[in-house]
């Protein structure tokens, strides 16, 4: 099921779109008589209201949007980082698990052991870099296949994959658009389930970009059996 929620940016402002997410929430559990439901949404603003009801009424939340520890957690679970650790993403994870623990929410939180945005953004940055001492070998303007394998499993990590973007109409490949992979987690406080997640990397000549993260296989990839239905809010 497809719901939409105020827009973030609209009249009600992003405080509206938290106080319907707090509200619809458990009424959809109401409506479907379980708590077995996948909550997603694609707005960056509203995941830390989302995530606490979610976690507060017994739902699934498989990942945040640009799933990282670093994003929603701390706020939607009272969470205090240190100084120390607030950049220690495997210290941050643990103290998630540990949390979620609390309210018997293992296993129904999934999220990425590391941000999603700076995987993004240090790959693009290093190829730049890479490109600049003159340690790539670009044709025609398209990427050098070699650094981009190398880059890939030195920043997003072993369980990486990735290929060239297909347009499912025309069966066209794009040779400087990557869509990659990697493992998730699902959170379970002494051990973590893995799924994969898409994420989209495109070339453009001259300069490098990213592009909104690829979801997919939501409802296949939740944490539980038995779910009955993905709740998308867009």
Not at 82 to 102: F, M, P, Q, R, W
Not at 110 to 135: H, M, N, P, T
Request: aromatic share 10%; glycine share 8%.
């Amino acid at each position: 099921e497809q719901v939409t929620m105020p827009d973030p940016a609209g009249d009600a402002g992003i405080s509206g779109a938290q106080q319907f997410l707090l509200e619809n929430i458990p009424s959809l559990m109401e409506q479907y008589d379980t708590k077995d439901v996948a909550y997603f949404a694609t707005v960056s603003t509203i995941q830390e209201s989302m995530l606490k009801a979610v976690v507060e009424n017994g739902g699934i939340y498989p990942c945040h949007t640009d799933p990282s520890p670093f994003s929603a957690f701390s706020g939607a679970l009272g969470l205090e980082v240190d100084d120390e650790h607030k950049y220690d993403a495997e210290y941050v994870t643990k103290l998630i698990s540990d949390k979620l623990g609390e309210y018997d929410m293992n296993g129904r939180v999934g999220g990425w052991d590391k941000s999603y945005i700076r995987c993004e953004l240090e790959f693009l940055f290093q190829y730049a870099v890479d490109y600049c001492d003159g340690k790539v070998d670009e044709v025609d303007g398209l990427p050098d296949v070699e650094e981009v394998k190398k880059l890939m499993k030195d920043i997003y990590g072993d369980s990486v994959t990735y290929q060239n973007c297909v347009n499912d109409q025309t069966g066209e490949e794009y040779k400087n658009w990557y869509t990659v992979s990697r493992d998730m987690y699902i959170l379970t406080g002494t051990a973590r389930r893995r799924w994969r997640v898409l994420d989209s990397l495109v070339f453009v000549p001259g300069c490098t970009c990213n592009v909104q993260a690829l979801i997919q296989g939501l409802q296949a990839s939740c944490p539980r059996r038995g779910a009955v239905a993905a709740q998308v809010i867009s």
